[in-house]
Nanobody, 120 residues
Framework: QVQLVESGGGLVQPGGSLRLSCAAS????????MGWYRQAPGKQRELVAV???????NYADSVKGRFTISRDNAKNTLYLQMNSLKPEDTAVYYC??????????????WGQGTQVTVSS
């Protein structure tokens, strides 16, 4: 069994910063790519940023230069540093990871989501 648990969301004023974390636990053999997605009310879930096991990153145009994705492979933890936050960044943020366990091939796993609200 694999679990992804996000933390770090909350309410922040425009221009502020937040750092999201996502800890993976369970019978993990390896973790391939990891990423952050978000879903605003009435909108489809969208990719925010992804990072490969080797550290290559890719960002949505809307967050380039403001958000930084990183991972600690020793801790099986993913991070998203969000700076210069805007009201349009308000959404539920989800962690995603492609994980191979000791008992099965690699599957996509999702966290439960953490709310980020940017408002004055």
């Amino acid at each position: 069994q694999v679990q992804l648990v996000e933390s770090g969301g909350g309410l922040v004023q425009p221009g502020g910063s937040l750092r999201l974390s996502c800890a993976a636990s369970g019978s993990i053999f390896s973790i391939n790519s990891m990423g952050w997605y978000r879903q605003a009310p009435g909108k489809q879930r969208e990719l925010v940023a992804v990072i490969t096991s080797g550290g290559r990153t890719n960002y949505a145009d809307s967050v380039k230069g403001r958000f930084t994705i990183s991972r600690d492979n020793a801790k099986n933890t993913l991070y998203l540093q969000m700076n210069s936050l805007k009201p349009e960044d308000t959404a539920v943020y989800y962690c995603n990871a492609e994980i191979q366990t000791y008992y099965s091939r690699a599957y996509d796993y999702w966290g439960q989501g953490t709310q980020v609200t940017v408002s004055s």
